[in-house]
């Protein structure tokens, strides 16, 4: 089983943020900080990667063949970010056509010159990405893609018998769902979006407070360990 919860390298350490597509622009990074096409450092240096790896840029695959390459040598190590987030629960998301059979941001002429994804570099890409944790710590460094929080940490360490991050996440999402229909949120949200669905819709609209969206956004982000750790802290703001 993956370690939700991984074991940071040891010594020294070169350390990626957001690539998102960019190959060129990695190698070129890669070039620079003295690494070999193949990741290979002379000083014994190490790469690690803090998610995001793909969507946006015009070649996700590459980049991903050349982290996995990389990962899978011990050369370097990789963690999720909201991004791969998205990709393992199958969501459609602004940017990840390219990862679909049916390209969702093509046919809206975005990201037009962005590579897509064979069916089997789904299948390979989705397997890697359910190898990877979470979180890497040691002694003096913790990293994370978006948020390192304590209470959150907690919670992952403590879900016994979840191992994987797909099975983590629809649990406390089902939780949520059930506290929202228990105490009458989905309800309130759904009248809400009723009234206000058009305008939502509207970027340029001039928007009320929704206090049942606004709760229940807070509460399905807040609720839910793998989204605070990939994608942040959420909270209600008290203007629109």
């Known amino acids: 089983m993956p370690k939700l919860l991984g074991q940071l390298f040891d010594g020294p350490l070169d350390i990626i943020g957001d ?40 070649d996700s695959p590459a980049v ?62 989705n397997a890697f990405f359910a190898t990877l944790p979470l979180t890497l710590q040691r002694d003096d460094l913790r990293l994370v893609h978006a948020a390192w929080l304590p209470e959150q940490i907690k919670v992952v360490a403590s879900s016994a018998g979840l191992h994987d991050v797909l099975g983590l996440y629809r649990h406390y999402e089902k939780q949520t769902e059930a506290h929202v229909t228990a105490t009458g949120l989905k309800l309130a949200v759904e009248a809400e979006r009723r009234r206000y669905g058009e305008l939502l819709l509207d970027a340029n609209a001039s928007m009320p407070l929704l206090p049942a969206l606004g709760l229940y956004d807070e509460t399905y982000q807040m609720n839910n360990p793998v989204r605070v750790l990939t994608s942040g802290v959420e909270q209600r703001t008290a203007k629109p």
């Open 64 to 125: 991903i063949r050349f982290v996995q390459h990389v990962v899978e040598r011990e050369l370097a190590q990789c963690l999720l970010g909201n991004h791969e987030i998205n990709l393992l629960r199958n969501a459609p998301k602004n940017g990840n056509g390219w990862f679909f059979e049916r390209d969702h941001d093509r046919q809206q002429s975005r990201y037009i010159n962005s590579a897509p994804a064979s069916e089997q570099q789904r299948s390979t890409t």
């Open 19 to 58: 690539v998102h597509g960019e190959i060129d622009a990695l190698h070129s990074l890669l070039k620079h900080l003295g690494y070999s096409q193949h990741g290979e450092h002379p000083q014994g240096r190490r790469l690690v990667f803090l998610g995001d790896l793909c969507d946006r840029g015009p």
